[in-house]
């Protein structure tokens, strides 16, 4: 097995990834000790790579109208189908959805066919739901979409405010990276109405009111201003619009008091907030999806790096607004062009822009103007305008927001395409053709992480069926359309180069967004490249800072500063809609679980959907933890369980975004959410949605373990969900019918049972036992009860990997677990499996710290992302002086 350095498929850290393959597609991974955003780490999701590559559930072959057909015959279907509705409707009825998933030669493919070629802006990316807000903050404010700092910075700063931003969640081993810096004095502040894991040990934890971040930041740059804090020569030199901007603020309260009010925080942190921000040159302002999912996103970001020009906390070691992306791409599309509002390589759509990109690309009918951004994309499939729409890489049937109306859009359109490597995606259901793409570990291509640095994703094993990459899909369609000579490529290194060429042409240092060092890689340059950030002007250059020298990508070289207004959220709450619905991730889970729902290791933390709720909600909304809960607003309504908790702000709710009709039916999120965007950047308020919740009122509780994933029986009004375990499926249901509802479940999934059955009813609990056994294997367990409590799963699941049942155990399955077994309990390190009894015994034994934990258990050892958590039941410790730094 030799080993081969890659890059991990899931968050925007980037991880440098070294993966040994054996035959059987046996997965070993490590982190790349020698890659600059990990130095060897990997978090939960990159250490279970090697769950996630086999085979089954992939889409291997491409398929059109429900029948498997040659790539020939698809490839011809979709250019003929495309260019029909372009010649008779024109180029803007035909669109394509894309992903920060996709690498940046696929990015680069797309984009150009359908800006250059078809002649339409109608590209847009999820990562309109994601980075938009960002996007635009940067252009207004700095000339350009540019990311300032760097992952140095992290380790450096003194202070990081962290401004709807779970790194301890979502961009673990930068968390890691920064507790590193924590223990040598770094200090954290939290801006977040939830109490998250990453709040768990901060200094300061503002629980802001959902939706009031502009005030806040307002009020700071105000506050430094009328304390002298602000850094008056870098502002003379490299800013304008700072006096405007500070008049425009005065028009307001600014006052410590009247910011607090409004954001709902005491005083006393709002001041803290502000003089540690004043006291600390190298402070880090990470925003995330709590600042760019938001009506207001644009102006969030902007108050955040207004505070930072005016401070000169930009382009020094350890000093930047800095906007974190989530994918491993997400940077690599905004670079290419892959949004419908930017053209390519950072070129917008003025007159000398395009003429520069048409003469680059010889295009024939090149884009004039900026297409429909993903909102307004599926409302245009919706109503007719778009008769066909090509989806790469993502699962809008689950991810947009008013997701009903997305999958009524999907379901109209004459002509869905969707790339996928899986073969059953909830937007698949909606595709007439479907193209199997190559996945993770099997494609060749770069990302760009978020602190600008391009790797290199290698292959680890041979293309499986015929799956093809991206890249190529797209430029054969482009051929078949008539483009033969544009997308005449066959490597993957020859698309880079191309994308490195245009990001070089006639700039003459104009754009930042300069690859020249890298239009001259040959084959073998490629397969070597090694991690570079950008700008890359020369062979092996690396800048790992922007705007050190105070200049910025305008016409005078000045940052921008811009009033922003703060302003309510889209929908107020009202007496019918009193609740903020706020959405989000989940530690293990990655977005619609297409990949991390295929490692079972990574379905404990969170094994079902739920919704959090602060008790002074619950209590009146008659809520209990652990019940079934429906969440309610104007768009629709998800049941999901109750997870009563303190960390949860009062008025507010969350829910993960993760659930798809394959994991729980009534248990997806985004029905809910409406779909109210930024005005500039077009990203939707994913953060808040007014909502209410109630009891479900279930009469009764079951769960059916089976070596397959079943789907809630048809005909049954049942709130159904499946967690995968090794070895089998853990489906949890209910229902609100009677005994006749029970049996009629009984029947439905012990149908067609073979080998021995056991039985074991209890009428007075209204409850129904049944297992069957073949040759000595547990094949299906149903439990089923009206009062009281059902047995443990984990043990119950586990007995699935046993070849040969002993007698004991063949009892234990109908009655719940055998006395001689340890239950683990809730799974806290999802790496090393440890559960939460297992760590609670470690520190009943004496373990009285973090590390203490680790040396008993091997929990929190190795990603760390659950530290947060083991703090938390260390806590729960009596009468001990504990030590959890
Ligand atoms: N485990 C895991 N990690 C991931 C992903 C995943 O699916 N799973 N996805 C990746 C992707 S694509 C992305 S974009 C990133 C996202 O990474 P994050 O942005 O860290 O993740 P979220 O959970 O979406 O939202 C962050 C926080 O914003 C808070 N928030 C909500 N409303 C407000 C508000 O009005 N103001 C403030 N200040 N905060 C608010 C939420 O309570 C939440 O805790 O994660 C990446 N990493
Ligand atoms: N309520 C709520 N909704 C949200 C968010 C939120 O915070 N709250 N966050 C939003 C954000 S930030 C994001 S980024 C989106 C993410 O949402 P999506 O992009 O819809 O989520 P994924 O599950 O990552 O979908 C990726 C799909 O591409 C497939 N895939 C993976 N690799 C490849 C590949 O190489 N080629 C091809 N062709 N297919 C591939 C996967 O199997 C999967 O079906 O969700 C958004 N939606
Ligand atoms: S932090 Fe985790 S998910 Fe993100 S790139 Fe690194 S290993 Fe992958
Ligand atoms: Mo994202």
């Known amino acids: 097995m030799t080993e081969v350095r890659t890059a991990c498929p899931y968050c925007g850290v980037g991880c440098g990834v070294a993966g040994r393959a054996g035959p059987g597609r046996v997965l070993d991974v490590k982190g790349d000790a020698d890659h600059p955003a990990n130095f060897g780490r990997l978090c939960s999701k990159g250490s279970a790579l090697g769950s996630t590559v086999g085979l089954e559930g992939r889409l291997l072959l491409p398929e059109a109208f429900g029948q498997p057909v040659g790539w020939d015959a698809a490839t011809a279907l979709v250019a003929d189908r495309f260019s029909r509705a372009i010649a008779e409707h024109g180029p803007d009825s035909v669109a394509f959805y894309v992903s920060g998933q996709l690498l940046t030669e696929d990015y680069y493919a797309a984009n150009k066919l359908m800006k250059g070629f078809v002649g339409s802006g109608n590209i847009d990316t999820n990562s309109r739901l994601c980075m938009a807000s960002a996007v635009v903050a940067h252009k207004q ?41 924590r223990s040598h004095g770094q200090q954290w502040i939290v801006i977040d109405p939830r109490h998250t894991d990453t709040a768990e040990g901060c200094d300061l934890f503002l629980p802001i009111a959902p939706q009031t971040d502009v005030r806040l930041w307002n009020g700071l740059l105000a506050w430094l201003d009328a304390q002298g804090a602000v850094d008056r020569d870098f502002v003379r030199d490299h800013v304008a619009g700072f006096d405007e901007t500070l008049a425009d603020l005065a028009r ?24 540690a921000f004043a006291n600390s040159t190298r402070t880090v302002s990470l925003f995330s999806m709590g600042s760019n999912q938001s009506a207001q996103g644009v102006a969030k970001g902007l108050a955040v790096i207004n505070a930072h020009l005016a401070t000169g906390k930009i382009g020094k070691p350890g000093a930047a607004p800095f906007s974190i992306t989530g994918q491993p791409n997400a940077m690599g599309g905004r670079e290419s062009g892959g949004m419908a509002s930017t053209l390519a390589a950072h070129m917008d759509f003025s007159e000398a822009e395009r003429d520069r990109v048409r003469r680059f690309w010889h295009a024939p009918a090149l884009t004039e103007k900026p297409g429909l951004k993903a909102v307004d994309m599926f409302e245009a499939v919706h109503d007719g305008r778009i008769k066909a729409l090509w989806v790469m890489a993502t699962n809008p049937a689950v991810s947009m927001p008013r997701a009903g109306r997305v999958r009524e859009a999907l379901a109209r359109c004459p002509f869905v395409v969707v790339s996928d490597c899986m073969a059953q995606t909830d937007t698949l259901e909606f595709a007439h053709v479907k193209l199997p793409a190559l996945a993770w570990g099997e494609k060749e291509g770069t990302v760009t992480n978020s602190e600008r640095c391009i790797s ?106 811009v009033a922003v207004a703060a302003k309510g959220p889209a929908r107020a709450v009202s007496a019918e809609w009193p609740l903020s619905l ?127 994933a079943w789907t809630a029986p048809e005909g049954l009004e049942l709130i159904w969900r499946r967690t995968p375990y090794d070895g089998c499926q853990v489906h949890e249901f209910a229902g609100q019918g009677g005994a006749a509802e029970r049996e009629a479940v009984v029947e439905a999934l012990m149908r067609h049972a073979e080998g021995e059955v056991l039985t074991m009813d209890d009428p007075a609990r209204g409850a129904l036992r ?14 089923i009860v009206e ?40 799974m806290v390190c999802a790496c090393l499996k440890v559960g939460t009894k297992t760590i609670e015994a470690a520190i009943g034994a004496g373990a009285r710290n973090l590390d203490a934990v680790g040396a008993a258990t091997g929990a929190g050892t190795n990603c760390g992302s659950c530290r947060p958590e083991i703090a938390r039941l260390l806590a729960t410790m009596p009468n001990e002086a504990l030590n959890v730094a």
């Open 770 to 783: 049944r297992a069957t056994i073949t040759e000595g294997r547990a094949e299906r367990v149903l439990a």
């Open 456 to 561: 290199r994703q290698r292959a680890l094993f041979d293309a499986p069926g015929e799956a093809r990459a991206d890249w190529r899909i797209v430029a054969d369609v482009a051929r078949a359309m008539g483009h033969g000579e544009a997308f005449a490529w066959t490597t993957p290194a020859q698309v880079f180069a191309e994308h490195a060429a245009l990001t070089a042409f006639e700039n003459d240092g104009a754009r930042f967004l300069d690859l020249s060092g890298l239009t001259r890689l040959d084959e073998a340059a490629y397969a070597d490249f090694a991690p570079a950030q950008w700008p890359v002007r020369t062979r092996g250059a690396n800048t790992a800072r922007l705007f050190t020298d105070g200049r910025f990508q305008t016409p005078d070289g000045r940052a921008r500063m």
């Open 141 to 181: 404010a700095f000339g350009a979409d540019l990311v300032p700092g760097c992952y140095e910075d992290l380790d450096l700063a003194d202070l990081v405010v962290f401004s709807g931003h779970n790194a301890a969640w979502t961009h673990p081993v930068l968390f890691r990276r920064m507790e590193k810096a």
């Open 582 to 708: 706020n959405s989000g991730r989940v530690r293990d889970h990655w977005h619609t679980m297409t990949r991390t729902g295929l490692a079972p290791e990574l379905c404990r933390h969170a094994p079902e959907p739920m919704v959090e709720v602060h008790p002074v909600d619950a209590a009146r909304a008659g809520l209990t933890e652990g019940e079934l809960a429906v969440v309610e607003t104007t768009a629709g309504r998800a049941v999901v369980t109750a997870r009563i908790s303190e960390r949860q702000r009062p008025g507010s709710l969350f829910l993960p975004m993760h659930w798809t009709d394959a994991f729980a039916p009534s248990g997806r999120c985004n029905p809910l959410v409406e779909a109210d965007v930024d005005p500039a950047s077009g990203q939707p308020e994913f953060k808040h949605t007014p909502a209410r919740v109630s009891p479900y009122g279930e009469a009764w509780r079951g769960f059916f373990v089976a070596r397959e």
């Open 787 to 826: 009062m009281g409590g059902l047995p443990a799963r984990g043990w119950i699941a586990d007995r699935f990997l046993d070849d040969a049942l002993e007698l004991g155990d063949r009892i234990a399955l109908l009655a719940g677990r055998s006395v001689d077994t340890i239950d683990v309990g809730q």
């Open 252 to 275: 307001d309260d600014q006052g410590l008091d009247a910011v607090a009010r409004d954001c709902g925080l005491e005083p006393s942190s709002v001041e803290a907030f502000y003089v």
